[in-house]
T-cell receptor, first 111, second 115 residues
Framework: QKEVEQNSGPLSVPEGAIASLNCTYSDRGSQSFFWYRQYSGKSPELIMSIYSNGDKEDGRFTAQLNKASQYVSLLIRDSQPSDSATYLCAVKRDYGQNFVFGPGTRLSVLP | GAGVSQSPSNKVTEKGKDVELRCDPISGHTALYWYRQSLGQGLEFLIY????????KSGLPSDRFSAERTGGSVSTLTIQRTQQEDSAVYFCASGTTGTGAQHQYFGPGTRLTVT
């Protein structure tokens, strides 16, 4: 079992719709969770971090964490074509530990 | 302020040659990470430096790979006797590791092509 799993996609949504990206992880000791966006040919950039169960909203983005189910998701409201990218989920066990990345989900927002 | 910088941006080398990739982290960041990403693949963790602690080398794929971080700042990733399967984009990231501030910021990457 891979440590962090994501559907590879592509996930296609129409412009203005809600895009839902999912991530599961195997290490129950994971404490910190991150979503990165990576445009083709570019480096990853941090979108959201979440540390506690529940929802965390930042603009059009909402991260959801459920540690009991070992599940973290990212919702993108009012999706725009500029949101088309690969979204990487990353988890971190503890202070001083390295990040573990999922394979990424490719999102395509259709005009 | 300045972000993470990497050099060179592109490197083409012949199989069997050694290469050095350089990373300049954000000033003050105690954590430094190296990853690589093969075409169409996810990020593969290579090595992690945290302050003066011994680095986490658990991701290095073979003993041809090594890295050092001098003075807690600049880092160099060295690949000896390069192979074609080493072709990838190598990313460096730096970050802070305080509670609630465990972000990492990526450099632009070095694209390595082994011919």
């Amino acid at each position: 079992q891979k440590e962090v799993e994501q559907n590879s996609g592509p996930l296609s949504v129409p412009e203005g719709a809600i895009a839902s990206l999912n991530c599961t992880y195997s290490d129950r000791g994971s404490q910190s969770f991150f979503w990165y966006r990576q445009y083709s040919g570019k480096s990853p950039e941090l979108i959201m971090s979440i540390y506690s169960n529940g929802d965390k909203e930042d603009g059009r983005f909402t991260a959801q964490l459920n540690k009991a189910s070992q599940y973290v998701s990212l919702l993108i409201r009012d999706s725009q074509p500029s949101d088309s990218a690969t979204y990487l989920c990353a988890v971190k066990r503890d202070y001083g530990q390295n990040f573990v990345f999922g394979p990424g989900t490719r999102l395509s927002v259709l005009p | 302020g300045a972000g993470v910088s990497q050099s060179p941006s592109n490197k083409v080398t012949e199989k069997g040659k050694d290469v050095e990739l350089r990373c300049d982290p954000i000033s003050g960041h105690t954590a430094l990470y190296w990853y690589r990403q093969s075409l169409g693949q996810g990020l593969e963790f290579l090595i992690y430096f945290q302050g003066n602690s011994a680095p986490d080398k658990s991701g290095l794929p073979s003993d041809r790979f090594s890295a050092e971080r001098t003075g807690g700042s600049v880092s160099t990733l060295t690949i000896q006797r390069t192979q074609q399967e080493d072709s990838a984009v190598y990313f460096c990231a730096s970050g802070t590791t305080g509670t609630g501030a465990q972000h990492q910021y990526f450099g632009p990457g070095t694209r390595l092509t082994v011919t």
